[in-house]
Nanobody, 126 residues
Framework: QVQLVETGGGLVQTGGSLNLSCAAS????????MGWFRQSPGKEREYVAA????????HYSDSVKGRFIISRDNAKNTLYLQLNILKPEDAAIYSC???????????????????WGQGTQVTVSS
């Protein structure tokens, strides 16, 4: 069992930055591929970024590539998402997700993830 808790959301102006964290409980974090997803009102959940269990491999959706950075610290059981050059369309609830995985593997499909956090709200003012 893995429990995930996101923090770091808030209100930021267009062009600003935020740093999200996802703290994981349990001993399986370092064996898990991780992902960030987001959902805004009236829209389906959207893939944002993913990272392999070592952190060596990362992947981003086209909408955030070049602006967001996903990383992890396995010693701290924590996943991060650095959000830069924020746009109003980035406003959403951001959730992290986990799945036990082989090395050098990441997942972009939300259906493949087993554990989810409750999410943290990101609001971007124009």
């Amino acid at each position: 069992q893995v429990q995930l808790v996101e923090t770091g959301g808030g209100l930021v102006q267009t062009g600003g930055s935020l740093n999200l964290s996802c703290a994981a409980s349990g001993r399986t974090f370092s064996n898990s591929a991780m992902g960030w997803f987001r959902q805004s009102p009236g829209k389906e959940r959207e893939y944002v970024a993913a990272i392999s269990r070592s952190g060596r491999l990362t992947h981003y959706s086209d909408s955030v590539k070049g602006r967001f950075i996903i990383s992890r610290d396995n010693a701290k059981n924590t996943l991060y998402l650095q959000l830069n050059i924020l746009k109003p369309e980035d406003a959403a609830i951001y959730s992290c997700a986990a799945r036990r995985a082989l090395p050098n593997t990441f997942y972009t499909d939300e259906r493949l993830y087993d554990y989810w956090g409750q999410g943290t709200q990101v609001t971007v003012s124009s």
